[in-house]
C-alpha cells in the first residue's frame, strides 16, 4: 500500500432553485479563458453552459467535465415538471455526438479548470459573478494513496493520446501552448 498524501478537492455546490438563467457565469468563464483574458466573451467558450426553460422558470448549470473519444452506448432522458429534456442534456462530457463544451475555433474540448488554479482568485469566476448564490464554493482536504495519483496521471496520458490520434499532434500542442502562455 502507498503512503497517504493530502489532496484539496474542489466543489461546485449548484443550487437550481436560485438560478435564474442570467447566464453570467457563462460571459465570465469565456471572458476569463479568453487569449488574451477578458479580451471577448462567447458563452460557446465558456466551461458551464446553463441548460434553460424559461416557460417553467427551469434554469440547470451543467460544468464542463471530461472529454471522451466515444459516446456512450445508451442515453438518458430526464424530464422535470413535465418538461422532457433532450438526451444528454445535462451530461458533462465533451463527447463527439454533440458540439457542448468544444472549441468554436479548433473543436478541442473544453473541461471546467476551476479558473486554472489562479492564486489571485478568492474564489472561482462563475461563483462570484453569479449574484443569486446559485454557486457555492467549497473546498475539503482529503487522504489519497500515492498509487492513485499515479493512476491519474496513466489516464491522462491515455486522455492525451486519444486527443492526438483525433485532432491531430500540431493542433493539440498549439491549443496547450496557448492555454499556457502567461499575460
Ligand atoms: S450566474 Fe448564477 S443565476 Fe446566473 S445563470 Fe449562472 S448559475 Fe444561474
Ligand atoms: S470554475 Fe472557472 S473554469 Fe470552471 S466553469 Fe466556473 S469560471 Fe469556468
Not at 449548484?14 to 457565469?25: L, T
Not at 471530461?66 to 432522458?77: F, K, N, V
Not at 482529503?142 to 492525451?160: D, P, S, T
Amino acid at each position: 500500500m502507498g503512503e497517504k498524501k493530502k489532496k484539496i478537492v474542489k466543489t461546485i455546490k449548484v443550487d437550481v432553485d436560485k438560478c435564474n438563467g442570467c447566464r453570467a457565469c457563462e460571459v465570465i468563464c469565456s471572458a476569463f479563458h479568453a487569449e488574451p483574458k477578458y479580451s471577448s466573451n462567447n458563452p460557446a467558450r465558456s466551461r458551464v453552459r446553463v441548460v434553460r426553460h424559461p416557460l417553467k422558470d427551469i434554469y440547470v448549470p451543467v460544468y464542463a467535465g471530461d472529454y471522451t473519444p466515444a459516446e456512450c452506448m445508451g442515453r438518458d432522458q430526464y424530464t422535470i415538471n413535465g418538461k422532457e429534456y433532450e438526451e444528454c442534456a445535462f451530461c458533462r462530457a465533451s463527447c463527439p455526438s454533440r458540439d457542448a463544451f468544444k472549441e468554436p475555433d479548433s473543436g478541442l474540448p473544453l473541461k471546467c479548470d476551476m479558473c486554472e488554479s489562479d492564486p489571485t482568485l478568492s474564489e472561482p469566476m462563475c461563483v462570484q459573478w453569479c449574484l443569486n448564490d446559485a454557486l457555492i464554493y467549497e473546498e475539503r482536504e482529503e487522504e489519497v494513496e500515492e498509487e492513485a495519483e499515479e493512476e491519474k496521471q496513466e489516464e491522462m496520458e491515455v486522455g492525451l493520446e486519444s486527443l492526438v490520434d483525433k485532432y491531430g499532434l500540431q493542433k493539440v500542442m498549439d491549443t496547450v501552448a496557448r492555454m499556457s502562455k502567461k499575460d
